[in-house]
């Protein structure tokens, strides 16, 4: 891309001069390429050194409290998988509480709907169930209270 703006510098005034000079026909990939700056050394300057040790000291610190962060994320994660897994278990507990006391209450219909000469073995399963029962509602509760 090429900029240009053309003057006729022979009849400018002499005071125009050095503004006719400075606009001229010039490419804009030349005037990159041509710009040259001068190298000015920086010298032995105290201040850059310590702004230097002072960005180091803050990248360092920000790597150490970027580390911990991630590893408290990781950690929160953990204990939240570990709730979640406590709370599925006594959600198993009550549960099984239900298949067992399902079982009980099929076995208590059984028993009044056949006659009494066949009703030997009903009271035995009857007093495991609520044995089971009561097992199963204390490790569901314990469970529960563990949670919240």
Known sequence: MQRSQRLDCA???VLSLPR??????VSSEKMADELELPHIPAGDHPLGKWVAIFTAIVATMGGVVGHEASHIA???ILYKNQAVLK???ASNQWA????V???SHLMELAKELTPAQSHSGYEEKLAKYAQQKDE??????ALDSLIG
């Open 87 to 89: 709370k599925t278990d």
């Open 101 to 103: 006391s399902t079982k």
């Open 20 to 25: 006719c000079a400075i606009r001229r026909e």
């Open 74 to 76: 990781n950690e929160a």
């Open 96 to 99: 099984y509480y239900q298949a």
């Open 11 to 13: 009849n400018t005034p």
């Open 136 to 141: 199963i509602q204390q490790r569901a509760n």
